[in-house]
């Protein structure tokens, strides 16, 4: 009942910037926290950044200070800013959405929707 679409990857030199949406639709309502994951080659996936619907922000430790996780007011669009790029953080990057019927601390940042990826490239 929740849909997701990422958009805005693409090529990008080391030190620049590229700004990732990501459109949810469906129950929007149901939709408790919205998060970016990643997964580069031969590497697990991994939690990026996340952002509940009440304000609260999380970011892995790696990109701390460059990226910047928001949402807009309807709580239907995330977007991830990402400021000073790292060839390491080449990577499939996915759109996540916690959607459950109640928004309790066990569920909301259980993702459970999930995009299908939008590749980054960080080049030297």
């Known amino acids: 009942q929740v849909q997701l679409v990422e958009s805005g990857g693409g090529s990008v030199q080391a030190g620049g910037s590229l700004k990732l949406s990501c459109k949810a639709s469906?129950?929007?309502?149901?939709?408790?926290?919205m998060g970016w994951y990643r997964q580069a080659p031969g590497k697990e996936r991994e939690l990026v950044s996340g952002?509940?619907?009440?304000?609260?922000?999380s970011y892995v430790d790696s990109v701390k200070g460059r990226f910047t996780i928001s949402q807009g007011n309807d709580k239907s669009t995330v977007y991830l800013q990402m400021n000073n790029v790292k060839t390491d953080d080449t990577a499939v990057y996915y759109c996540a959405a916690a959607a459950w019927l109640s928004c309790t601390s066990t569920v909301t940042n259980r993702h459970n929707t999930w995009g299908q990826g939008t590749q980054v490239t960080v080049s030297s």
């Open positions: 469906g129950v929007i309502s149901s939709i408790c926290s």
């Open positions: 952002i509940s619907r009440f304000g609260a922000t």
